[in-house]
């Protein structure tokens, strides 16, 4: 701006006005131009630069806010994640809690299923001695029978005679007390 004051209180005759006339400047259009240049960058710094700057800041707010918002996010990812590890390994604790119940249990149950089946064996045995018991005095009752019969038998043979009927039981007494004291 001072060198168009310059510019215009110069000589008519000087030297700039010889280096205006050459370039073939024309005062008033050039003062107009520059009067308009003026406007239209007041008028492009209010309307246009103002905004743009208004818009970079908020841009450059949004982009604080998401930076904000990202570290938070990721402190909130790092929490959840000890979260996560904090609640896998009480899971992990308490799988392993259950397993141990588990193994004490099968081994309770494995115990209680083997004495019950100890004490079927026991019965089973039993049973088998009871009923071998039994066959066995059955057995020794019609052996007794028979070696009465024989006796009974080989005794007429011997003796030739027909031994009357208490002669038999009294034979057949007499043997099975011999094979009580035998047993």
């Known amino acids: 701006m001072n060198a168009l004051i310059v510019l215009t209180s110069a000589e008519p005759g000087g030297q ?5 006339n050459t370039f073939g400047v024309d005062w008033p259009h050039l003062v107009a131009q520059i009067i308009s ?11 246009a630069y103002k905004p743009v700057l208004r818009m970079l800041e908020e841009r450059r707010q949004q982009i604080a ?14 929490e959840t994640e000890a979260e996560r590890r904090r609640i896998i ?4 604790t308490k799988a392993t809690q259950i397993i141990e119940e588990a193994h ?36 020794l009752a019609e052996l007794k029978k028979e070696v009465g019969v024989l006796v009974v038998q080989a005794t007429a ?17 007499e ?3 011999q094979l009580r004291r035998a047993a």
């Open 104 to 139: 004490v249990a099968a081994v309770r149950l494995q115990e209680k299923e083997m004495q019950k089946a100890i004490e079927v064996a026991e019965q089973v045995v039993a049973k088998s001695r009871e009923a071998a018991s039994l066959e066995h005095d059955r057995m």
């Open 157 to 173: 043979s011997v003796t030739r005679k027909i031994l009357t009927p208490e002669d038999q039981i009294r034979m057949a007494e």
């Open 37 to 47: 240049f003026t406007i239209v960058c007041a008028l492009l710094h209010r309307f």
């Open 16 to 20: 700039v006005r010889q280096i205006a």
């Open 65 to 78: 806010a998401g930076i904000a918002e990202r570290e938070r996010i990721r402190k909130e990812l790092d």
């Open 175 to 177: 043997t099975a007390t």
């Open 89 to 92: 390994q009480q899971a992990d």
